[in-house]
């Protein structure tokens, strides 16, 4: 692998000196560039199920919006890559296209959810609802100058973006499988095709600070991850995961036993057992970093509303952000999970998404999304 402190005039494509083709970089450094906040969301609602508080006046003016979901498969096919690289470009860039939507190529299967335009756009949405979270801060770990950051699944990118821009004398890496983060992104950050999951072909006792978010779903085998990192994290380092359930709590009782957000939640852990890689992490993450070795672990935790019920200003926009992000993108979260994994047809599965997107619009069952922020230190020594 080429070191992270490589020159601005380094190639636009290289592969780890490894055995298999596991962190392709995607990117030239360029001009520094802002992340844009997205729009502010539409709520989707039943105005005969929304409680009085659900309705004031800041809420009026967004009230409106769409009660069917369209999906939406296009993408921007421009590439990332140079010409010089068209054969090995075109086994990544050529994805597969299934039940209308588009998957990366690169360890084809591996991961659950479409790279198209709209899952792309579901992913900035959650970038969001992180900093509403987490009071706008992009990590709670204590890093002091941090000059090597890895940011595990990246995704569209763009918390490695804000990161360079925060952390200007620092190198930040992004890996995923698919190659649909920005072209134009600060000189300090870069992006390579990579499978995390894999052994990690980065130098021993390198990276400061290392990033995991919603990788729930991706991993076999979280141990394994945890060792990785560990070993490939500075003396002193830290990690952090950022992780939340997909089965839905509710503290109040408006949430009956019987109701739909549990046979959605069971059915996601069910699935995503059958395949072997949990979505549970976001309760294990800090056992397993103190197993791994880490220490001065400590978990933070915090709650997605599942729509605008809460009074709180903050957990009303949260859970506002939620109702839009499921609404939308719950084809991605798990039309390839129910079709592939679990042999659903797409019409039983098409139907059970509907459902969940109609039980979105009760404001009057105050469920939530549970979540963690852990974050942990590797030793100065090894004891």
């Known amino acids: 692998m080429a070191d992270s402190q490589a020159p601005k005039n380094a190639d ?6 490894t055995g298999h083709d596991s962190a392709i970089q995607v990117n030239d450094h360029q001009e520094p560039h802002a992340t844009p906040l997205p729009p502010p969301p539409p709520v989707f609602h ?3 199920a929304a409680p009085a508080h659900a ?4 809420d009026a003016e967004e009230d409106e919006g769409p009660d069917e979901y369209v999906s939406d498969s296009g993408f921007d096919s421009e590439s990332l890559i140079g010409d010089e690289t068209d054969t090995l470009a075109s086994s990544i860039m050529h994805y597969r296209t299934e039940n209308g939507r588009q998957y990366h190529a690169y360890r084809d299967g591996a991961y659950w959810g479409p790279n198209d335009e709209i899952a792309k ?9 992180y900093l509403l979270t987490l009071d706008k801060k992009l990590h709670l770990a204590p890093i002091s100058d941090p000059q090597r950051i890895l940011d595990a699944g990246t995704g569209t990118g763009i918390w490695a973006i804000d990161m360079a821009d925060q952390y200007p004398s620092a190198t930040v890496i992004g890996t995923d499988l698919s190659p649909i983060q920005p072209e134009w992104v600060p000189p300090n950050c ?4 990579d499978d995390v999951t894999l052994e990690w072909t ?9 990033h995991v978010r919603e990788l729930f779903g991706c991993v076999p085998d979280w141990d394994f991850f945890f060792a990785q990192a560990y070993d490939h994290i500075a003396p002193g380092g830290w990690i952090e995961i950022v992780e939340h359930g997909v089965h839905p709590r509710c503290d109040d009782g408006t949430m009956g036993e019987d109701h739909f957000f549990h046979t959605w939640g069971r059915t996601v852990v069910e699935m995503s057992e059958k395949w072997g890689k949990g979505f549970t992490i976001w309760e294990e993450a800090k056992e397993r970093l103190e197993k791994a070795g880490f220490v001065d672990v400590t978990e933070v935790t915090y709650k997605w509303p599942m729509n605008g019920w809460p009074e709180d200003r903050k957990l009303k926009d949260i859970g506002r952000w939620n109702q839009l992000r499921l609404h939308e993108g719950v084809e991605s979260f798990m039309l390839r999970l129910l079709t592939q994994i679990g042999g659903w047809s797409v019409a039983r599965a098409q139907l059970f998404l509907a459902q969940l997107r109609q039980e979105l619009k009760n404001y009057k069952v105050h ?4 979540g ?10 090894s004891t």
């Open 121 to 129: 756009e579901i992913l900035d949405f959650a970038h969001h609802m």
């Open 202 to 210: 980065f130098p021993p006792d390198h990276f400061d600070f290392v």
């Open 190 to 193: 870069m992006f390579e095709i």
């Open 372 to 381: 963690t922020v852990v974050y942990g230190r590797k030793p100065l020594r």
């Open 46 to 48: 039943d105005d005969a």
């Open 55 to 58: 309705h004031d006046d800041h």
């Open 367 to 370: 469920a939530y999304l549970p």
């Open 12 to 17: 636009a494509f290289s592969l780890h000196s």
